[in-house]
């Protein structure tokens, strides 16, 4: 089976609403003032998606494993975003944190965001650590946590390929 036919298939079999929990890492951002937790909430439901939990936590590892764990131990969850703490400061702890509960990591995620950063923003790109991987039967994406970022990767990453890779995970459970 072609690509395109793969593709095709994958889209006719999974036509219902993907469910998805969304975590902003951040020191800082609330929910009144988390413009990028938002704008990433809002483009999954103008796709007709569902958001099933919504957080805010702190750069910090405990707290971000435990909305991990509590997404992907829910099994309404079918896709775990987080966005921020990417970056190579000292606080940031998000990739560390989630890639702990990887059980295989999609490099192409990380590899093609760069590649689409570095035509937008330059030899900066380097300092995003954007990771994906899968963990019981879910899709875990981290994101860097500027708006521009996450209109990237949803623009031209989730959005695409969402229904695509729960459809390939769901299949074999």
């Known amino acids: 089976m072609s690509h395109e036919e793969h593709l095709k298939y994958a889209s006719k079999e999974i036509s219902k609403p993907i469910n998805v929990a969304v975590l902003t890492v951040s020191d800082t951002r609330t929910k009144e003032n988390d413009e990028s937790g938002k704008i990433l909430c809002e483009m999954l439901k103008n796709k007709g998606h569902n958001i099933v939990h919504y957080g805010i936590a702190k750069d910090d590892e405990t707290e971000i ?43 192409g995620f990380g590899e093609i965001f760069r590649h ?7 030899s900066g790109a380097i300092m995003s650590r954007a990771t994906a991987g899968v963990c019981k039967g879910r899709i875990i994406i981290s994101i860097p946590g500027s708006s521009n970022a996450v209109k990237l990767a949803m623009d031209k990453i ?7 890779i729960v459809w390939e995970l769901k299949r074999q459970r």
């Open 65 to 107: 494993a435990n909305f991990v764990k509590k997404s992907i131990s829910d099994e309404n969850v079918d896709v775990l975003i987080t966005n921020g703490g990417t970056g190579i400061s000292k606080r940031d702890v998000t990739i560390e944190t989630v890639k702990k509960f990887f059980e295989k990591t999609l490099d």
């Open 158 to 164: 989730i959005i695409p390929e969402i229904s695509h």
């Open 116 to 122: 689409l950063s570095y035509a937008e923003i330059g």
